[in-house]
């Protein structure tokens, strides 16, 4: 075994640091070798501007801040022949924002993973549970050291129950003098000791100590309260020792500075145990109930000491049963109570002494690293099972529920309104078709969910209703559209743009395709074709595009001679623009890259629903693969620019990137991947959605929870704040799409568990593993083809028109 780990490590001096280092010795403590550097690697994590001496072990360091240094040592771990990595997880050891520079490299490592959660917060900010919530779909284990973690990692972060390990933080097996005889040595023979450690800082309640000092030293004068540890590295960088004199000034207010030592250093875990063996009481005063895991607390249980603890979550459950007790939060009073009894009862001591010795003796190191290493072996169990079963699924938790707030907010009984200021509807700015368009299409999509509820179904058919009307009013005689509305309602042109009536054509062929009713359905049709027959005339790529999309959704449920002939005449016109614009270097439809660039192969794939033709497929394929090059970036999407357009040649604009754009792609690499089954194109497409969640350029959230809504765009100096039409509609139909593949995968998987037992000669999975499912490829004759499958790959324009009609593929037009 062959294992990187990846964390803080000694000479660092922080909790993180002393666990990775006692990690590596207890998983060592199993195995036969004598050094660390035998099994492992040390990947330390260093902030800017520090260089630490590390031991031998450590052959790596992971700079904080440096954003391409993750994917770095992806791609080390990958071509290192490792067998495992194991990542220690703290918000704030990670750069980026919540720590989210660690997704590059899960994201791009491939090597089983296992992740040590020494955070699980109950109320995440949205960036914090994205991050989480990514990092639990990546790993193939996730340790907690809580059955409470376990239970927020399941309902908070959506982690598969099958994926958590409930390993308790571990202690050290120290032998150390008698107590009387540490007593002594430390001259505490005839004071009664109040212990506290671990790095000092504001938030960890030491000031209610002191405050329950004078009570306590009025009946038992010699009591001495040592406060054991060093000022954390932060604090000390951003306020100095500004925490630790206060508490001095503190103690000498409350006439108890002679009963207090603190002692400025980071102990080693020889002299903390015996610390602990001699006090006699040991106090936790965290002043919030938020911290799930504690290693002072575990190290004070398994040392068999006497702990009194505020009831944050960690102390609940270690603390029960006798091991210690509780004191409710900053109550001062209460705790001096506490220790007043106790230290008047000696005989209470020695039975929570024992009880609390009892129970550590299974929290010794070497007996964790044992379950760890079991749990090595399950996540590589885990990831050989993935790896036969490439799926959507496996990041559905990152598909969030659907959201309708911020479209009721926008649309009023006319239609849609086009922007925002912030998430409040602009109405200086009116209404347009294209958004209308657009929202015709998220509305018919999202009510062929099963996801959604009987309210969200009752709202969507109103919507639907609303913007069917906009899109009939906007119509005029001759077929044609009008775009723009003013608030007043009254047009504000003639004719609208290429770009309207080609979204307007897609809303209305999904309307017909999948009318919420009857009568719907018919206005859609009738709407759809007065306004086809201008296709012809169209010269845009992108409006024959839209059309094309159009065409192929109207044709997946009406037979129509005429427009079939029109879709075969549209896609050969797509395809004379890729003829006249490409070259070795440039495999494109146009001499340059500007807006709505997946758009194109996106009508190339779908005209493929009834006209399958395999030159088609192969410039579909060849030009998705030259727009990712352009687009995801060591595994983080950067749709192009909009500030200019990039010519051949050129470096594509880094910002301003638009929701439109990512909508397009997460669209393009869906049907790519329903077409072919590669696993390039299912990460691609769990990339591409993942920017309105955090993985994009700058770290930042694009999908706003609080509102519902989605921000305009990312600049470099961070989102656009605004949250208008068309970016909400970006987000929402990429939302529904990506839940609907996630749910299709899902039955999948499950229709197919005995069969695939059958032909692999394996067994079903246990509970929730993954197993695998055969996937059409075009290299191979699978001995299993499913309906899809055949569909793809038939040639037959009549086989097509017969076959349409029983089986429509999952996703966008469905």
């Known amino acids: ?18 666990f990775t280092n006692s990690l590596a010795r207890a998983i060592l403590a199993n195995l036969p070798g004598e050094d660390i550097s035998e099994f492992a690697e040390i990947v330390a994590i260093e902030d800017a501007g520090q260089q630490h001496a590390y031991p031998k072990e450590v052959t790596r360091t992971l700079p904080r801040d440096e954003r391409a240094a993750y994917a770095a040592l992806a791609d080390y771990l990958n071509e290192g022949g490792f067998d495992l990595l194991v990542v220690q997880h703290e918000y704030g050891i990670f750069g980026g924002p919540d720590g989210n520079y660690l997704l590059d490299l899960a994201s791009r490592l491939q090597v089983p993973m296992v992740m040590t959660c020494h955070t699980v917060l109950k109320d995440p900010s949205d960036g914090q549970r994205s991050v989480l919530r990514r990092l639990c779909s990546r790993a193939d284990v996730m340790v907690v050291m809580s059955e409470m973690a376990r239970t927020f990692l399941e309902d908070v972060y959506a982690c598969s129950p099958d994926k958590i390990r409930v390993i308790e933080h571990g202690v050290p097996e120290i032998k150390t003098s008698p107590r009387q005889a540490l007593r002594e040595r430390f001259g ?4 009664r000791v109040i212990f506290t450690f671990g790095l000092l800082g504001r938030g960890k309640g030491i000031e209610t100590v002191i405050r329950a000092l004078p009570e306590v030293v009025a009946e038992h004068p010699s009591t001495l309260y040592v406060v054991l540890g060093k000022t954390h590295p932060n604090v000390v960088r951003e306020s100095g020792e500004e925490y630790r004199e206060w508490l001095h000034t503190l103690a000498d207010e409350l006439g108890v500075r002679d009963n207090l030592l603190m002692i400025s250093e980071f102990a080693s875990e020889q002299y903390l145990f015996e610390c602990l063996t001699a006090i006699d009481v040991y106090v936790i005063p965290y002043p919030n109930v938020a911290q799930i895991t504690s290693g002072t607390l575990a190290y004070a249980v398994g040392a068999g000491a006497a702990v009194v603890s505020t009831p944050f979550w960690h102390a609940t459950e270690l603390l029960a049963e006798g091991r210690g007790r509780l004191f409710p939060f900053h109550d001062s009073d209460n705790l001096s109570e506490q220790l007043l009894e106790l230290l008047g009862d000696e005989a209470a001591l020695a039975t929570i002494r024992a009880t609390a010795l009892a129970y550590g003796e299974h929290l010794f190191w070497p007996k964790i690293g044992a379950e760890y290493i079991q749990a090595f072996d399950d996540a590589k169990t885990a990831y050989e099972s993935a790896k036969l079963n490439p799926q959507l ?29 912030f998430a409040t509807p602009n109405r200086f700015e009116g209404y347009c078709l294209d958004d209308n368009g657009r929202a015709l299409l998220f509305t018919c999509l999202a009510l062929g969910s099963k996801a959604i509820s009987h309210q969200q179904r009752k709202s969507l058919i109103s919507l639907t209703e609303i913007y069917l009307a906009y899109i009939f009013h906007a119509q005029n005689e001759d077929g044609s559209f009008r775009n723009f509305m003013s608030y007043g309602r009254e047009f504000l042109e003639p004719q609208g743009s290429e770009d309207s009536y080609g979204r307007a054509l897609w809303g209305l062929a999904k309307c017909v395709a999948a009318p919420p009713r009857k009568d719907l359905g018919q206005l859609a049709q009738e709407c759809f074709v007065r306004a086809i027959s201008y296709l012809d005339q169209k010269t845009s790529p992108r409006t024959l595009s839209y059309g094309i999309i159009a065409l192929s959704e109207y044709l997946g449920a009406r037979d129509d001679e005429n427009l079939l002939d029109l879709l075969d005449r549209s896609v050969n016109r797509l395809l004379n623009h890729y003829q006249d614009n490409r070259h070795d270097d440039w495999e494109w439809f146009e001499a340059y890259l500007t807006y709505d660039n997946a758009l194109m192969p996106l009508a190339l794939y779908r005209s493929l629903r009834v006209l399958p033709k395999k030159h088609v497929r192969a410039i579909a394929r060849t030009t998705t693969d030259f727009l990712a090059k352009y687009t995801i970036i060591n595994g983080v999407p950067r749709p192009v620019g909009c500030h200019e357009t990039c010519h051949r040649g050129a470096t594509p604009e880094q910002f301003d990137q638009q929701p439109l754009e990512v909508m397009a792609e997460v669209l393009l690499h869906m049907e790519a991947f329903q077409r072919s089954g590669r696993p390039a194109d299912e990460r691609r497409l769990r990339t591409a959605y993942s920017w309105f969640h955090g993985n994009n350029d700058l770290g930042a959230l694009l999908y706003c929870a609080e509102t519902a809504g989605c921000y305009d765009g990312l600049t470099e100096f961070g989102p656009n704040k605004n949250q208008g039409a068309e970016s909400l509609l970006a987000y929402l139909v990429s939302t529904v799409a990506v839940a609907g593949m996630v749910s299709s995968q899902s039955q999948k998987t499950t229709t197919n568990k005995s069969t695939v037992g059958k032909a692999h000669g394996t067994s079903p999975a246990r509970g929730g593993d993954r197993v695998p499912v055969l996937v059409a490829d075009e290299q191979q004759s699978p001995s299993i083809v499913s309906a899809t499958a055949l569909g793809q790959y038939t040639g037959s324009l009549a086989y097509a028109r017969l076959f349409k009609k029983g089986h429509q593929y999952p996703g966008v037009g469905e």
């Open 188 to 191: 505490w023979q005839d004071r």
């Open 393 to 421: 699924g496996k990041d559905s938790d990152v598909v969030p529920d659907l959201d309708l707030a911020h479209l009721l907010r926008m649309t009023d009984d006319c239609g849609l309104i086009q922007h925002a200021k």
């Open 1 to 18: 075994m062959r294992i990187a780990i990846l964390g803080n490590y000694p000479p660092k001096a922080c909790g993180i640091a002393t």
